[in-house]
């Protein structure tokens, strides 16, 4: 079978890819013993690119279109040692075609929640995924650095890498973005922007780009989740004791409903029912005022300025005597607790009273 494939080799002079599926990205071309024939064709179609290889050094690139293999096309190639005697005879070389086209709809999320820090609920998990797309930009540093000497790469073989770039630079991006937890929904389409552009360098240093990068959800833990479903509710019922009462009473109505029948069961339900009305009186009956009186207000206690000397503090009844002996009068200075400076004594509510007690003087 090695002489037939030789022989059979001689005679085919095209090489082409033409059965691609949507999931290989690199395919080598298969000849025995990587021989190419002189004056072979070479046909490169919309959305490839065929890389000749020579020990290991790319020795050229051929963009989409139908080549003849000779000296005067292959004029880098021509230059490598061993190559300089005018291809008499069939030469050896490795020849990769590259599909260039988009490779869309590529699934990327978070394995374990990532830990950010949101203005609103402190530190939180989240979980996060959506899709991506891509395609090969730079063919030659994409085969050299990332594919090597394999004779099939597809996709299934860098969607790992590159969901863990992705991963990575989105948490990244939806920490620093600014945007809360809860407003994230909204602004997917920002966070994925500002994404793409973070991401973009990763890509460029494998010869990629990523043409399409989209967040479908971020999420919370599914207990916090759970406890933003109560605070929704709440903030739907509105008035929380209204929705008590009802509750309540739909309790009761199930309580008294019994399936026997009768009027056993109408009593017993009715028992239940009262039960649980007694039970639940807080909720049917509104808050009312205390039995009660409050506490009496804290009594005020003012500071006098006496011959320029600061006294005090002193309760009403000794202010009151101490206008009565005169040493206290409408002008004195006068200060408490939470005034802002003096104050002459006739500018304070709680003293004016005082005042209006005593006789004015006989003429």
């Known amino acids: ?37 002189m004056g072979a064709k070479l046909t490169v179609r919309e959305s490839q690119v065929a890389i000749f290889m020579n020990e290991g050094t790319i020795a050229d690139v051929y963009q989409p279109g139908m080549y003849t293999l000779s000296t005067q096309n292959m004029p880098i190639l021509s230059t490598l040692r061993g190559w300089k005697y005018g291809f008499d005879s069939p030469f050896k070389a490795d020849v990769f075609f590259v599909s260039t086209r988009q490779f869309i709809n590529k699934k990327w999320g978070t394995k374990n929640p990532a830990m950010i820090r949101d203005a609103e609920f ?78 973009q360098p990763d890509f460029n240093e494998i010869g990629l780009t990523l043409s399409k990068y989209l967040i479908e959800n971020v999420s919370l833990p599914p207990e916090v989740e759970s406890i933003l479903d109560k605070r929704t509710g709440m903030g739907i019922v509105g008035n929380i004791q209204a929705f008590a009462q009802f509750q309540a009473a739909n ?30 009186g807080n909720v049917f009956n509104p808050v009312t005022a205390p039995s009660t009186p409050p506490p009496l207000p804290a009594s ?64």
């Open 122 to 199: 402190g530190p939180v998990r989240l979980r996060a995924y959506g899709s991506f797309s891509f395609k090969v930009t730079d063919a030659s540093l994409f085969l050299k650095d990332i594919v090597g000497t394999k004779s099939e790469y597809s996709t299934e073989d860098i969607n790992e890498h590159l969901r863990d770039i992705l991963i990575s630079r989105s948490m990244d991006a939806i920490a620093s973005s600014g945007v809360g937890v809860l407003d994230l929904a909204s602004h997917h389409d920002e966070v994925s922007a500002v994404t793409l552009a973070k991401i």
């Open 251 to 280: 309790s009761i109505e199930i309580a008294a409903a019994n399936p026997a029948g009768g009027v056993a069961g109408a009593g017993i339900g009715l028992g239940m029912g009262v039960g649980m009305m007694n039970q639940m």
């Open 1 to 37: 079978m090695g002489f037939l494939n030789k022989l059979l080799n001689e005679f085919v002079d095209i090489i082409e890819w033409t059965n691609p599926d949507e999931e290989t990205i690199v395919w080598k071309f298969p000849r025995y013993q990587d021989e190419i024939k």
């Open 300 to 363: 005020v206690e003012y500071y006098v300025a006496v011959d320029g000397k600061q006294t005090g503090p002193y309760g009403v009844p000794t202010l009151r005597e101490m206008v009565k002996n005169g040493t206290l009068n409408p002008d004195s200075m006068t200060w408490k607790t939470g005034m802002a400076k003096w104050e002459p004594a006739n500018t304070q509510t709680e003293l004016q009273t005082l005042f209006a007690s005593v006789p004015p003087p006989l003429n």
